[in-house]
């Protein structure tokens, strides 16, 4: 099972199925199972903000959602995090593909790409990066245990370091 | 015609059916018109009332009803398309248009100048649209959508503004954990 099928698996362990997204090249090796996968309902959202609204709608009636983006996308989301997802307590996942590392191109990812960490945490919300896909099984799993526990979003980045997809 | 008399028709027209609420006097309105846990008050993401509502009604089969402002959905356009692309058939949307930031000093809004949601709402795919300015064509409009199957609906409901009413209570926390708790029944000792 790779990186991608990890985490559809995982989503499903965790009765998971509302899904939005805003595409992203890389995610898209994710998001394209998920599509074709009849379990889920993929949304795609016009923004990053949108699709977390999107999610706590979903879960406010009681099914579960997770969001899919850019972390440029994440700067777009800041607010709805901050001012909805927190004071309401929500169990968002955000699967982020995390830019500006190792490999990077592109200047205008860079400052956005290294501040999601940095936010998460003055936000005071949980967040893994992943690199490989060593343990990636069990650390999904406690990645979903404590984003229900907390009742608070996490953020679980992907680097091109785990999945080797395009930069775009 | 007024927001407060408006919400309350609404309210009435509702039954059972969830209503999210943006932020500010919409809200606070909401709670004084008669506060029921199916009532998801928002504080803050101005922008996304019609967005959770969008998420409510594909996670559900009920009707799910969103009071907005223009001030809001301006802020988030692109929700209109996303509406518009995934038409739940179980979404009304009204969206009380004063045409200005009432709560910021009153600045006219783009729907002032000439902005018109109701078209913008047409353009991205939703048919069942309306403006109405008076509570006689806002209750008939209102009722048109919850009793057919087929939404989306839209409905720009031209508002005078007025006096604000007293805040209602602002505990996010527990809205969520109210609302929720009406689809998801809570765990009982037991268990």
Same mark, same amino acid.
């Given at each position: 099972?790779?990186? #991608?099928?990890?985490?559809? &698996?995982? @989503? &499903? ?28 309902? @993929? ?43 927190? +004071?309401?307590?929500?169990?968002? +996942?955000?699967?982020? $593909?995390?830019? /500006?590392?190792?490999?990077?191109? $592109? ?16 936000? /005071? ?14 650390? @999904?799993? /406690? ?6 526990? $907390?009742?608070? +979003? @996490? #953020? ?13 | 015609?007024?927001?407060?008399? !408006? ?7 509702? !039954?059972? %059916? =969830? ?5 500010? =006097? ?23 009332? %019609? ?19 223009? !001030? ?29 930031? *009432?709560?910021? *000093? ?7 100048? *000439? ?47 007025? !006096?604000?009413?007293?805040?209602? =209570? ?18 009982? =000792? *037991?268990?």
């Amino acid at each position: 099972m790779n990186w #991608a099928e990890q985490i559809v &698996k995982t @989503l &499903k362990d965790w009765d998971t199925s509302m899904i939005v997204y805003v595409p992203d090249i890389s995610i898209d090796q994710v998001t394209s199972l998920i599509e074709a996968d009849p379990y889920f309902r @993929l949304v795609p959202a016009t923004r990053e903000e949108e699709a977390i609204g999107i999610a706590v709608g979903s879960y406010a009636t009681g099914r579960n959602a997770a969001v899919f983006m850019q972390s440029s996308g994440f700067g777009n989301s800041v607010n709805a995090l901050a001012s909805l997802c927190i +004071p309401s307590r929500t169990p968002i +996942p955000m699967f982020i $593909n995390l830019r /500006g590392g190792p490999g990077e191109f $592109n200047i205008a990812q860079v400052a956005m790409g290294r501040a999601v960490i940095p936010i998460m945490d003055q936000l /005071g919300l949980p967040h893994f990066v992943l690199e490989d896909d060593g343990k990636m099984d069990k650390l @999904l799993d /406690g990645a979903m245990k404590l984003c229900h526990a $907390n009742r608070q +979003p @996490l #953020a679980i980045c992907l680097t091109q370091m785990l999945h080797g997809g395009k930069i775009a | 015609m007024r927001r407060f008399e !408006g919400t309350q028709l609404v309210l009435r027209l509702a !039954g059972d %059916s =969830p209503i999210v609420s943006n932020l500010g =006097p919409s809200s606070d309105e909401l709670w004084h018109a008669g506060h029921r846990d199916r009532n998801f008050y928002t504080y803050g993401n101005m922008g996304l009332c %019609s967005s959770i509502a969008l998420g409510m009604a594909m996670a559900t089969d009920e009707q799910i009803i969103s009071l907005d402002g223009d !001030g809001s959905l301006l802020m988030n356009m692109g929700t209109i398309a996303s509406i518009g692309r995934e038409k739940p058939k179980n979404l009304t949307v009204v969206v009380w248009d004063n045409e200005q930031w *009432g709560q910021t *000093g009153g600045q006219t809004s783009h729907t002032g100048t *000439g902005t018109d949601l109701e078209q913008v709402a047409q353009s991205c795919g939703i048919t069942n649209t309306k403006t109405v300015s008076d509570l006689e064509d806002l209750e008939a409009a209102v009722s048109e959508a919850l009793a057919s199957p087929d939404g989306p609906n839209f409905i720009v409901a031209k508002i005078e503004e007025a !006096g604000y009413m007293s805040v209602a =209570p602002v505990e996010p926390e527990f809205t969520l954990y109210r609302f929720r708790n009406t689809f998801v029944e809570p765990r009982q =000792p *037991g268990d």
